[in-house]
């Protein structure tokens, strides 16, 4: 019996002191693996178009993360940060960019922390992709699809045009001149911009060593107040 009482104790005591390794005595900060990565989940909408540099954004977390064998950022835990820059997109260069700050994570039960994170990666449905280790996001560009597509009408009209005015050698010349135009109509178009919708994947990895420090009070609901 003792010594059952004496394993049970010691697990006790190894759970307390995990606890008190991941969230330090006081409950204000949370120590964190260096490197842990946070899945967000985007919950409004953000695009080249539609924001502008300084627009908040917002996301649910997808995965748990756990410190010292705790779960302390749980599951639709909310991330909230800003955009910082947007580039728009041009006509014959220039992609649309945009690059975020991720700059809290609010908890249910332990309310709001401040985190310092890089944009590691994003799953996007509409063209964007990670640009470079600095999280510029950068838009699809044009599409090729479509250049070779308006080059290929082109070419058919400018054929049909010149076969009625001088037979064969005309529509040769002409296709040539209507695949010239297609083109010349392709690199006028603007490339596409940022679009990233609701339900955007992003995968930050937190930069701090070891704390995030909370900002403000856990939020109290009604009858606690009471």
Do not use: C, Y
């Not at 019996?1 to 394993?7: A, E, P």
């Not at 994170?117 to 996001?137: F, P, Y």
């Amino acid at each position: 019996m003792k010594r059952t009482f004496s394993l049970a104790s010691l697990t006790a005591l190894m759970v307390l002191a995990a606890s008190f390794v991941a969230w330090g005595a006081d409950g204000e900060e949370i120590a964190l693996p260096t490197g842990t990565q946070l899945v967000v989940k985007l919950t409004n909408t953000l695009s080249n178009k539609g924001s502008e540099e300084g627009d908040p954004w917002a996301g649910k977390v997808e995965e748990p993360i756990f410190a010292g064998g705790v779960e302390v950022i749980p599951p639709e835990s909310t991330v909230r940060g800003h955009v910082t820059f947007l580039n728009p997109a041009g006509r014959a260069k220039g992609r649309g960019e945009m690059r975020l700050v991720a700059e809290t994570v609010s908890t249910p039960e332990h309310g709001t922390f401040t985190i310092v994170a890089r944009l590691q990666d994003l799953d996007n449905n509409k063209g964007s992709k990670l640009k470079d280790d600095e999280g510029t996001i950068e838009g699809p560009g044009k599409s090729a699809k479509n250049a070779a597509k308006e080059a290929g009408i082109g070419a058919a009209v400018g054929a049909g045009g010149g076969a009625l005015i001088d037979g064969g050698k005309g529509a040769l010349f002409g296709m040539a001149i209507g695949a010239i135009g297609g083109l010349a109509h392709s690199v006028a178009k603007k490339h596409q911009g940022v679009l990233l919708p609701p339900g955007t994947e992003f995968t930050f990895v937190l930069n701090q060593t070891f704390l995030s420090k909370r900002i403000t009070p856990p939020v109290r609901s009604s009858s606690s107040s009471e």
